[in-house]
């Protein structure tokens, strides 16, 4: 370590048009700290950026004068940039620069204020060269990093999450379970709502794929592991064997005629040989051999194959590749509808779940000629019965969004097909929300198509004729209606697939409640709980095509960020102070995106990639030996600390507010924006998240004599890492009882969930504390 | 299912309305004037038509207590002419005989044939007419003719200035 360099702090006042001058005596303050031996420099100017300052502020460091700037008064932020780049350039680190604006904590008013105002000013001073002394020098970090992702699903949403990284100029891997590209929407008639068929889109997409250098595409492959981290993952796939090359194979079926193995197909639709081509794409899809149903040592289709693309020995291959993100498109799965027991899914003949009904939509089946699907002699009459299962406490209790839609769509396509049959939706409510209303407008218009605003209980097979039964009250007439149908089609809704709950538990990616991909919905859709993996399409809750396509992209361009050759990572990050840490793993439990890891010595070490720089391991560190760049417990305490000894007002309780910069602390700013009265006794901190705070702040800020902590963050559920806010309180109760045992009034410390929008709240809040805090009387920790 | 094509249903599909593109908001019945009146609701009877319920829609009173005031179409979300089906489901219910005993269905009848016959309505003939069909009750005959007295009851029909070209339209129709 090289040695220690003295203290030398310059304080820059900006009194820009006497803004800061008219409510309070600079000059007062000056004298105050006259006598510091730290601060090497205390100037006020009109301006600090005029070429002036600037040349001001370059010649003190340069000269050596000052290696600390304290710069107060507002600044606006690109003036903090400039401030900062300044310095830089004049070889002082940026992270040695800081502010301080008085304003923000609240002017007092009326005509005796002045003094008063003054003696905040002057706390205020005393807090913000305590945090100076402790400024650390930052430097960025650079990481290495991989350009090439890593997709894993080949459906709509992968598929497209792919070819634009392809289209970006990345390398892309792309990860498909089932033999076959397309997932869930190759099994679609159409999608609306252009009414499109899926396999144009989706053969479009594979084209791309195929022809694209950059993208490779594994199918029949799962991913076994990742290590590493955000930027340079490693990960392990594992490849099935398909027996047929998917280089060679041209589909020309050479294979069909001599494979003496007859299977029934897997579609319920005749029979298909052991060897068989995949899916319904006319393109990029080579055939495959099923070798569970090939007859014991038959090897027919090997020579027999034009193009020697079969080898039966195949074995799995495990590929090993090297990927800076991850983006998990694993999609979704329809809801067992056979566990909606009152509607005979399963059991009843003639009861269909809407994903069959695609198929029976894109055989035909129910166009004139095929006959098929009508039980008597009348127009075909098909009832659809909306959240099958869906927003029903027993099965899903969410409604999943594209049901409603489905369900005008099929009855569109099915009007084509049978111009005279006869619908009836059945419906709780029909949600076709912003253009899909012209999609339920369409089939209004249509004639011969009921929607009755009831849901059957059970459903009859009737007697003789095959057909279905349906009973349910009219809701809209009052009376009850008894209906006969040739089909039901189930409405069911999404669940997260198998292999979205598969990968999940592979990769340690949390789920929400309804067991979808965990992501902060509002703010960062597109990224899981943990950095570096990004989700898109169904896994990440239930959506439609289009939804999915964009999901798609914007997870593309979110993971761009890692893509390439370095990662930078800008300070702050947290560093861990090895000689003091006890290994209790703490941090590693609280860390809400899973960013620690253990070296060989056990000693936690966070991946800087995967850091989201919260600060929530420093307020769990019960050594307090984590710190995050220049927002340590230390540089809070000391701030506390000065202002312990300086109270503006003898005699009042000193109350010190500790909030989160998301959301508590734009409330405090606004408060005093508002011109609202703050207590005389009561400053504000800013933190970067409620769970930054680590309890020995709570308690130094206690044990220096302050009367009450207030701690502001975010409501439940709505914390930008996760539960910072939570954690901070549920951490705190063991403080509370700490207190007790102490016969201190747990009233000291104090949460409160403060918003963006709350600066009256919060100026009354603190108010109504400081009211209480009088009660308590003084800390007995007071000098 | 029930939906036939029927003389109602024609009628009211010949009035330009469509009953499927109703979606059952309610806006209509609750702006509705004399919806109260009968316990029935222009949405209800949409709604038997969507059914096809004719026995019931062309049966209900509603449409004869229907004023034309015009609420229900204008307000309608889906632009259907509710008001028009209302008239279309009447006549309708005349097409089967079933025309209304009660006074509302008398007072339509004697409305209706001036209007139709002289397109203007007499309120000497309509009270007369009122009078004697709801059978002679001499508390209505005293208002009657205090009414009368008092010059609340005109006694001549308004006279219709008729352009040459609705008196040739008259001759095309025969009226």
Excluded at chain 1, 83 to 103: K, M, Q, T, Y
Excluded at chain 1, 153 to 182: D, I, R, W
Excluded at chain 1, 347 to 370: D, H, I, Q, T, Y
Excluded at chain 2, 112 to 122: G, I, N, P, T, Y
Aim: one cysteine or more; aromatic letters at 6%; proline letters at 6%.
């Amino acid at each position: 370590m090289p040695p220690k360099e003295p203290l030398r702090i310059g304080v820059y006042l900006r009194d820009r048009g006497g803004t800061l001058s008219r409510w309070c005596d600079l000059d007062v303050a000056a004298r105050t700290f006259a006598k510091s031996k730290q601060i090497a420099q205390w100037e006020v100017r009109e301006d600090w950026l005029n070429p002036e300052g600037q040349a001001a502020i370059q010649d003190a460091i340069q000269s050596g004068r000052v290696n600390r700037l304290l710069f107060v008064g507002r600044f606006t932020a690109s003036e903090d940039e400039d401030i900062r780049g300044l310095a830089a350039s004049a070889g002082l680190n940026p992270h040695l620069v800081d502010f301080c604006v008085p304003e923000e904590q609240g002017i007092r008013g009326g005509d005796d204020a002045r003094d008063l105002n003054t003696k905040r000013v002057i706390a205020l001073f005393a807090m913000a060269l305590a945090r100076a002394r402790l400024l650390q020098p930052l430097e960025p970090v650079e990481l290495p990093a991989v350009d090439a992702a890593l997709v894993v699903g080949g459906g709509m949403a992968g598929l497209n999450a792919a070819m634009v990284l392809a289209q970006t100029g990345k390398q892309v891997y792309l990860v498909e379970k089932s033999a076959t590209l397309g997932g869930r929407v190759a099994q679609l008639h159409r999608y609306y709502p252009r009414m499109c068929d899926p396999r144009c889109g989706l053969e479009f997409l594979v084209r791309r794929l195929r022809d694209s250098a950059r993208a490779e595409v594994l199918t029949l492959a799962t991913l076994e592991e990742l290590r590493g981290s955000p930027g340079d993952y490693h990960a392990v796939v594992v490849q099935r064997p398909r027996f047929v090359s998917e280089a060679r194979c041209t589909a020309c079926g050479e294979c069909l005629r001599i494979c003496p193995a007859t299977v029934p197909s897997s579609n319920g639709e005749g029979e298909r040989k052991a060897i068989h081509p995949t899916g319904s794409l006319s393109v990029g899809q080579a055939f495959i051999v099923e070798r569970e149903h090939c007859p014991p040592g038959c090897r027919l289709c090997e020579p027999a194959c034009p193009y020697a693309a079969i080898n039966l020995d195949q074995t799995p291959a495990h590929h090993s590749l090297k990927v800076g993100a991850l983006i998990v498109a694993t999609g979704w799965d329809p809801y067992p509808l056979d566990q909606v027991e009152e509607y005979g899914y399963g059991r009843l003949p003639g009861v269909v779940s809407n994903l069959e009904m695609e198929k029976l939509l894109a055989l035909r089946r129910f166009a004139r000629g095929n006959g098929h699907g009508r039980t008597g002699g009348g127009p075909l009459s098909v009832g659809f019965i909306q959240c099958a299962g869906s927003r029903d406490q027993r099965h899903l209790s969410y409604c999943s969004g594209v049901c409603c839609s489905v369900t005008l769509k099929q009855i569109l396509a099915l009007k084509e097909q049978a111009p005279d049959a006869r619908c009836v939706v059945f419906y709780m409510d029909i949600r076709a929300s912003g253009t899909d209303e012209l999609l339920y407008q369409r089939v209004q218009n249509l004639t011969d198509v009921i929607f009755v605003k009831s849901n059957p209980a059970t459903i009859r097979p009737e007697d003789g004729t095959g057909r279905l039964r349906v009973r349910v009250e009219d809701t809209l007439s009052g009376k009850e209606v008894a209906l006969d149908f040739d089909l039901l089609v189930l409405a069911g809704g999404l669940i997260p697939s198998a292999g979205t709950l598969e990968v999940s538990d592979r990769l340690g990616l949390p789920r929400e409640e309804l067991g979808f991909l965990e992501s902060h919905l509002q703010c960062q859709p597109w990224e899981s709980q943990r950095t570096g993996i990004y989700t898109c399409g169904t896994c990440r809750g239930p959506m439609n095509v289009s939804q999915s396509v964009e999901s798609a992209n914007s997870a593309v361009i979110q993971s761009l960020r890692l893509l390439g050759s370095t990662v930078q990572v800008q300070p702050p990050y947290p560093v861990l102070d090895r000689t003091k840490c006890d290994k209790c793993k703490r941090c590693t439990e609280e860390c809400p995106f899973a960013a620690y890891a253990f070296d060989e010595q056990g000693f936690p070490v966070p991946d800087l990639a995967k850091c989201r720089q919260c600060g929530i391991c420093q307020g769990s560190c019960p050594m307090v030996v984590l710190s995050l760049g220049n927002h340590t417990a230390r540089q809070l305490s000391a701030q506390v600390e000065a202002l312990s000894e300086r109270a503006p007002v003898k005699g009042q309780p000193l109350m010190v507010a500790l909030l989160c910069e998301n959301d508590a602390a734009h409330a405090a700013v606004g408060a005093a924006r508002l011109g609202l009265d703050p207590p005389p006794n009561a400053f504000f901190l800013t933190v970067p998240c409620a769970g930054a705070i680590n309890n020995a702040t709570i308690a130094d800020a206690l044990s220096c004599g302050i009367d009450g902590v207030l701690v502001g963050g975010c409501r439940d559920g709505q914390c930008h890492y996760v539960r910072g806010n939570e954690l901070v309180r549920k951490r705190s109760s063991d403080l509370a009882e700490k207190l007790r045992k102490m016969r201190m009034d747990e009233a000291r410390i104090r949460f409160e969930a403060i918003e963006v929008n709350d600066a009256r709240r919060y100026r009354d809040l603190l108010h109504e504390y400081v009211a209480e805090l009088t009660r308590l009387g003084p800390n007995p920790f007071r000098v | 299912m029930a939906v036939e094509a029927s003389d109602a249903l024609a009628l009211v599909v010949d009035v330009g309305v469509n009953p499927f593109v109703c979606v059952q908001c309610g806006r209509c019945s609750s702006g509705c004037p004399t919806a109260f009146e009968t316990g029935h609701t222009p949405r209800l009877l949409m709604r038997y038509l969507q059914w096809g319920w004719i026995d019931e829609a062309v049966q209900s009173p509603f449409p004869w207590y229907c004023v034309s005031c015009q609420a229900c179409t204008t307000r309608c979300p889906r632009g259907l002419d509710i008001s028009g089906a209302m008239f279309a489901l009447r006549r309708a219910a005349m097409a089967r005989g079933l025309m209304r005993s009660d006074l509302a269905g008398h007072f339509c009848g004697a409305y209706m044939d001036q209007a139709r016959d002289h397109h203007r309505v007499s309120e000497l003939v309509l009270g007369i007419r009122m009078v004697w069909a709801t059978g002679f009750r001499w508390d209505d005959f005293l208002l009657f003719i205090r009414l009368l007295l008092k010059g609340r009851i005109a006694t001549t029909r308004p006279r219709v200035i008729r352009s040459a070209a609705a008196k040739d339209r008259d001759g095309q129709r025969g009226g």
